[in-house]
């Protein structure tokens, strides 16, 4: 296990401890609104840090950034004492420009709630049958060259069920990366196709497959459904009825805010790399998402805190789980920690250089966010990180 890696439990075994403070009366709390920490994160840091043990927390992750050399990170803690937003490292290494609570990150495959939502309201407006055949949806053009389209189920892509083939993983799509500019936008038709020679990873329906290739072609069927395009649609459904104005689809839209670049060791030699110039697959309905703290806490607390994004009949379908057989499960869309404490609900992701972390504890009403510009490890790994920090191992 490397230092970067373990530097990322750190700071989650961190947030745990901040939990059990928060549950005790030591979190901000009573000094601070909830009202007051949505309008403005900015103030509240400022006006937090020095109260409670909120300093000690700053500190604390100001130690780990140092020590296990992570550029820059961003944490927010909310429970039902208060909340907490801290900040620290740099978003870019060469500039030296300092990390601030309100910078953007991309969040990786956290986007997959995102489109998982976007869908599931495409379910409540009657477009998408959820036990309906892909092949009923996906584009003509398209449907012939998916193995098994017309037996997969748009639920079996929403939680990796389908056993379709992958598409990150093949080579033609890796040399091709090679040579995409990085301002040049892949589209779910230009990306679909480097998996039709590829064979199925399993029956529809046999066991859960995380893959990626599924949210490409949930992202094929939102654009045919809509006649528009994933960026849009996101923007429609979910964005802007809940004010989300610092949230937006790489290289679909322009640029919001200050955005952290991505850090990873891209030549296997122990030095952290830019990602700036990759491009390999930004902007997807895998994983296209750049987001801020604030944002994505506002967008998990309409999801899991006031349940007002979905009816009460596609959040049950969306928290409808599937053991993968290794303590973890995946919901439409969502992943479920197992924990001592009670099961944690949200989504992970690791990708362009970043390691983004959302989690919400609906018995103890606590919600978590930890963004990265650090690429440690694959997802997977990521996710098993969450449960274990989650179990207090």
């Given amino acids: ?40 994160f900015a103030k509240q840091i400022m006006s937090t840090s020095t109260v409670g043990k909120s300093s000690q927390l700053q500190t604390l992750l100001n130690e780990i950034v140092v020590e296990e050399k992570i550029p820059g990170a961003v944490m927010y803690i909310s429970t039902p004492k208060g909340s907490w937003i801290g900040a620290s490292g740099v978003i870019n290494l060469s500039t030296k420009t300092r990390m601030k609570p309100t910078d953007g990150f991309s969040i990786a495959s956290m986007s997959k709630t995102f489109m998982a939502v976007v ?18 949806y996906l584009p003509r053009d398209i449907t012939p060259h998916i193995v098994n389209s017309d037996k997969i189920t748009v639920r079996q892509l929403l939680n990796h069920t389908s056993g379709v083939a992958e598409y990150l993983d093949t080579k033609e799509f890796i040399q091709a990366t090679a040579k995409r500019s990085s301002s040049q936008p892949w589209t779910a038709r230009e990306a679909i196709p480097y998996m039709y020679q590829e064979q199925p990873q399993a029956n529809p329906g046999e066991k859960f497959i995380y893959t990626d290739c599924n949210y490409i072609l949930l992202e094929l069927i939102v654009e045919n459904i809509t006649r528009g395009t994933l960026a849009q649609a996101i923007r429609s459904q979910i964005l802007k009825p809940l004010g989300l104005k610092h949230t937006f689809t790489e290289l679909r839209e322009p640029t919001i805010g200050e955005v952290a670049t991505g850090y990873g060791d891209r030549n296997k030699d122990g030095k952290l790399d830019s990602y700036a110039d990759v491009n390999d697959g ?28 979905l009816s009460s009949k596609m959040m049950k379908e969306m928290l409808k789980f599937k053991d993968n057989g290794a ?57 098993r990180t969450g449960l274990e920090v989650v179990e207090n191992k």
Avoid: C, W
């Fill in 119 to 136: 869908v599931l309201k495409l379910v409540e407006q009657g477009k998408i049958q959820l036990d309906r055949a892909i092949a009923t």
């Fill in 282 to 309: 930004n902007g997807l309905g895998d994983g296209g998402l750049v987001s801020t703290a604030e944002d994505l806490a506002k967008f998990a607390k309409a999801l899991f805190v006031k349940k007002s994004l």
């Fill in 327 to 383: 303590s973890y499960s995946y919901g439409l869309g969502v992943e479920r920690f197992s924990s001592p404490l009670e099961k944690a609900i949200g989504h992970s992701g690791i990708a362009y250089g970043f390691a983004t972390l959302l989690a919400y504890l609906p018995n103890q009403n606590t919600t978590i966010i930890v963004l990265l510009n650090n690429q440690n490890v694959d997802l997977k790994s990521v996710a």
């Fill in 1 to 40: 296990m490397n230092l970067k890696f373990l530097a990322f439990r750190k700071i989650l075994f961190a947030i745990v401890f901040v939990i059990s403070l928060g549950l005790a009366g030591y979190l901000v709390g009573n000094n601070i609104s909830q009202k007051v920490i949505e309008k403005s």
